[in-house]
């Protein structure tokens, strides 16, 4: 792993609050001290969420959403990827990771379980447009977005997610507000404060999962309204708390119900190891825990297909800790009704990627998800915790399917596509960009697109997303 070395710094102690070592990190890293790898990596994540924002736009949740987000917001000069709005940056940053994240279909830190990029790149692209910053320094504050994401999310091992809180939706804020004080160029000790500040918005919590809501869509840029306006509240001499996460009734505190935190894990090699580079590319648009058994079913797709009257039993095997999300209560999860319930219904997954031979935004039409055939397959598959699993490093799975006389085929994947040395490349992610924008746009637009972010580096970010335009 390459390293840098900080500037020189006033000493730390033991007691150094975790809020002040990310501001050390955001004072002392900027574009050019990353390491080429976390830069190239950066570029292709940033070119893959960008996409993923266009093909939100054709979704029936995109005009509702952004009619709402427009007539709370005001008028500004940055803009809503694909759309005519221009709107303050806090709205703009708003809306644009609505987009981001509203197809479920972007990047996720397998350990952390959260999406990394939808939690700090709306900040860097809306600020960073109002503030006619370079592309180079906009990566360079999205990366330690990541970062700080990636460690508060990795540091409670699941335990947001246990209480009941959307990771994403609470780290958010944090991220957020680190990337808009680093472009704002505030001081350790501002940047500190600044995530004393998000401390008193961080939430989004899971009720979405009962109905197929839409509030999930949201969170992310729920996150970068209040980072943004946490960096212009601490600018302007707001006084917050210095240790919003391992102080009394912080973050930790108040989230996590008693859960295991392991603070060491944040301070670890903080700035010269840099975790984003683990995050993962989803392949396919769905939570990214049912992805293993999404590709297990896609292969034995071909032996099952010509006898579907002959199977006894399918089971799906995920992660133990996966389970309440993808995969119980298994009656409601066996008959989706909405795409989002789709999206988090492993025996749906299983049942159209056995159908289909594979899963994309076709198996989350309305015409899939009513689908008789779907739903009577899906009512076929049970699901149990896997033994074999390197969780939460890979999000592993596997699909077994029993027939009636006593045969049975089985695919197991320990890695899923995406992850670890299965990562997506920049032609395999330039492939996707490329549907996800030939949904609202012609093939030639998407094109000129994806050339424009390939060659983005030593514009401004302002000139760069005036050729994103449709």
């Known amino acids: 792993m390459t390293s840098l070395k900080f500037d020189e710094q006033p000493v730390r102690t033991a007691r150094e609050s975790l809020a002040m070592g990310f501001a050390r990190m955001a004072v002392s890293v900027d574009y050019d001290r990353l390491p080429v790898a976390v830069r190239n990596k950066a570029k292709v994540h940033v070119l893959d969420t960008i996409g993923?924002?266009?093909?939100?736009?054709?979704?029936?949740?995109?005009?509702?959403?952004?009619?709402?987000?427009?007539?709370?917001?005001?008028?500004?000069?940055?803009?809503?990827?694909?759309?005519?709005?221009?709107?303050?940056?806090?709205?703009?940053?708003?809306?644009?990771?609505?987009?981001?994240?509203?197809?479920?279909?972007?990047?996720?830190?397998?350990?952390?379980?959260?999406?990394?990029?939808?939690?700090?790149?709306?900040?860097?692209l809306s600020l960073g447009e109002y503030l006619d910053i370079s592309w180079n320094k906009m990566l360079a504050a999205y990366v330690l977005g990541m970062e700080v994401a990636i460690r508060i999310g990795a540091s409670v091992k699941g335990g947001f997610h246990a209480t009941g809180f959307h990771a994403t939706g609470v780290v958010s804020h944090f991220s957020s507000a680190v990337v808009a004080g680093k472009l704002l160029g505030l001081n350790i000790e501002q940047i500190c404060a600044v995530q004393g500040v998000a401390a008193s918005t961080a939430s989004g919590v899971q009720v979405f999962l009962e109905e197929g809501a839409w509030t999930k869509r949201m969170h992310p840029g729920w996150g970068a309204l209040a980072g943004i306006t946490a960096a212009y509240m601490t600018q302007a001499g707001f006084v917050a708390p210095s240790r919003p996460y391992e102080g009394k009734f912080g973050l930790y505190?108040?989230?996590?119900?008693?859960?295991?935190?392991?603070?060491?894990?944040?301070?670890?090699?903080?700035?010269?190891?840099?975790?984003?580079?683990?995050?993962?590319?989803?392949?396919?648009?769905?939570?990214?825990?049912?992805?293993?058994?999404?590709?297990?079913?896609?292969?034995?797709?071909?032996?099952?297909?010509?006898?579907?009257?002959?199977?006894?039993?399918?089971?799906?095997?995920?992660?133990?800790?996966?389970?309440?999300i993808v995969a119980e209560p298994a009656e409601k999860k066996q008959r989706v009704l909405t795409d989002y319930d789709a999206k988090f219904s492993v025996q749906y997954v299983v049942a159209a990627s056995l159908l289909r031979g594979g899963f994309g935004m076709n198996e989350l039409s309305p015409e899939s998800i009513a689908n008789p055939q779907f739903t009577r397959l899906a009512t076929q598959i049970i699901c149990k915790a896997e033994e074999n699993t390197e969780f939460p490093k890979y999000f592993s799975g596997q699909v077994t399917v029993k027939f009636k006389n006593g045969e049975m085929v089985s695919e197991h994947i320990p890695i899923n596509k995406g992850a670890g040395a299965r990562e997506m490349t920049w032609d395999h992610v330039a492939e996707k960009f490329l549907g996800n924008v030939g949904m609202v746009a012609s093939e030639q637009k998407a094109a000129a697109m994806l050339d424009a972010i390939n060659h983005a580096e030593g514009k401004s970010v302002r000139d760069v997303l005036s050729a994103l335009t449709l």
């Not at 830190?109 to 939808?118: E, G, P, Q, R, T």
């Not at 590709?295 to 389970?323: C, F, K, N």
Request: hydrophobic share 45%; aromatic share 6%.
């Open 52 to 124: 993923l924002a266009f093909a939100s736009l054709s979704q029936p949740f995109a005009a509702p959403s952004l009619a709402g987000i427009v007539a709370a917001g005001g008028q500004g000069r940055c803009r809503v990827l694909g759309t005519p709005y221009q709107l303050t940056a806090r709205d703009a940053a708003m809306a644009n990771g609505l987009l981001m994240h509203g197809l479920d279909f972007d990047d996720t830190h397998l350990a952390s379980i959260i999406h990394a990029s939808v939690a700090s790149l709306p900040v860097a």
């Open 253 to 324: 505190d108040t989230h996590l119900d008693g859960a295991e935190v392991d603070e060491a894990l944040i301070r670890a090699d903080l700035g010269t190891h840099w975790r984003m580079l683990e995050t993962a590319i989803k392949p396919y648009p769905i939570c990214h825990f049912s992805h293993a058994c999404a590709e297990a079913a896609a292969i034995l797709s071909p032996t099952v297909l010509g006898r579907l009257d002959d199977i006894d039993e399918i089971v799906a095997y995920l992660p133990q800790p996966t389970l309440h």
